[in-house]
T-cell receptor, first 108, second 117 residues
Framework: RKEVEQDPGPFNVPEGATVAFNCTYS??????FFWYRQDCRKEPKLLMSVYSSGNEDGRFTAQLNRASQYISLLIRDSKLSDSATYLCVVNRGFKTIFGAGTRLFVKA | GAVVSQHPSWVICKSGTSVKIECRSLDFQATTMFWYRQFPKQSLMLMATSNEGSKATYEQGVEKDKFLINHASLTLSTLTVTSAHPEDSSFYIC?????????????FGSGTQLSVL
C-alpha cells in the first residue's frame, strides 16, 4: 500500500461544476500537508497548504482530518484553466511523499 | 516567492553519454534538495535527497553510481546521469525546501526532459 493514496481519476467535469478530491495517508507521524497542481510536462506548483481547521483560497477549500488521516480539496465553479493533475503531498520529517495525482479535465 | 532554477530544460543525447543537470536555489539557501523522476502519466518518484556538504541519500532501487549527485554549496545541487541509456529517458525535476519560522515549503525547478537515443 502506498503511503499517500489519491482518487485515481480522471475527473471530467463541465465548467462551473464543483469537484472534490480525496487523499489518505498511512503514516500517523506525517506532519504537514499540501495540495500541488501540475500541468503536463511542468513542475508541480504549490496550490495550498492544508490545516486541521480547514482553509480556503478563493474557489479552493482544503480540509485535513488527522484522526482519519484524510485530506480533501474542493474546487468550486470549475474553470477550463483548472484542468491539471492535483497532487496530494505529505511531509514526514525530512521526507516529502507525493500521491500519484488525480487528473482533472474541465470542459466547456 | 522562492525560486528554483533548473538547467537545462531538455537534453537529447546518444546512448552511453553522461548528462549533468543543475538545480539552483536563487533567493534562499537550501541545505537539502531533492531529485525526482517522472515517467509519462505517472507521479513524481523521489530518487534521492541531496545534502549540502555530505553524501546524498538514495531511495531504494536507485543506483547511486549511475545517478551521481553533488551538493557542493547551499544553492547548487547537480545530478549526473552517467552512461545514459534509452530507459533513462524521463522528466527529471529537482526541488528545494525553504524553511522559515512560519512554514516549510517545497519549491520546484522547471524540470529537465531527457531523451536518450
Amino acid at each position: 500500500r502506498k503511503e499517500v493514496e489519491q482518487d485515481p481519476g480522471p475527473f471530467n467535469v463541465p465548467e462551473g461544476a464543483t469537484v472534490a478530491f480525496n487523499c489518505t495517508y498511512s503514516n500517523s507521524a506525517s506532519q504537514s500537508f499540501f495540495w500541488y497542481r501540475q500541468d503536463c510536462r511542468k513542475e508541480p506548483k504549490l496550490l495550498m497548504s492544508v490545516y486541521s481547521s480547514g482553509n480556503e483560497d478563493g474557489r479552493f477549500t482544503a480540509q485535513l482530518n488527522r484522526a482519519s488521516q484524510y485530506i480533501s480539496l474542493l474546487i468550486r465553479d470549475s474553470k477550463l484553466s483548472d484542468s491539471a493533475t492535483y497532487l496530494c503531498v505529505v511531509n514526514r520529517g525530512f521526507k516529502t511523499i507525493f500521491g500519484a495525482g488525480t487528473r482533472l479535465f474541465v470542459k466547456a | 516567492g522562492a525560486v528554483v532554477s533548473q538547467h537545462p530544460s531538455w537534453v537529447i543525447c546518444k546512448s552511453g553519454t553522461s548528462v549533468k543537470i543543475e538545480c539552483r536555489s536563487l533567493d534562499f539557501q537550501a541545505t537539502t534538495m531533492f531529485w525526482y523522476r517522472q515517467f509519462p502519466k505517472q507521479s513524481l518518484m523521489l530518487m534521492a535527497t541531496s545534502n549540502e556538504g555530505s553524501k546524498a541519500t538514495y531511495e531504494q532501487g536507485v543506483e547511486k553510481d549511475k545517478f551521481l549527485i553533488n551538493h557542493a554549496s547551499l544553492t547548487l545541487s547537480t545530478l549526473t546521469v552517467t552512461s545514459a541509456h534509452p530507459e533513462d529517458s524521463s522528466f527529471y525535476i529537482c526541488s528545494a525546501r525553504e524553511s522559515t519560522e512560519a512554514s516549510e515549503k517545497l519549491f520546484f525547478g522547471s524540470g529537465t526532459q531527457l531523451s536518450v537515443l
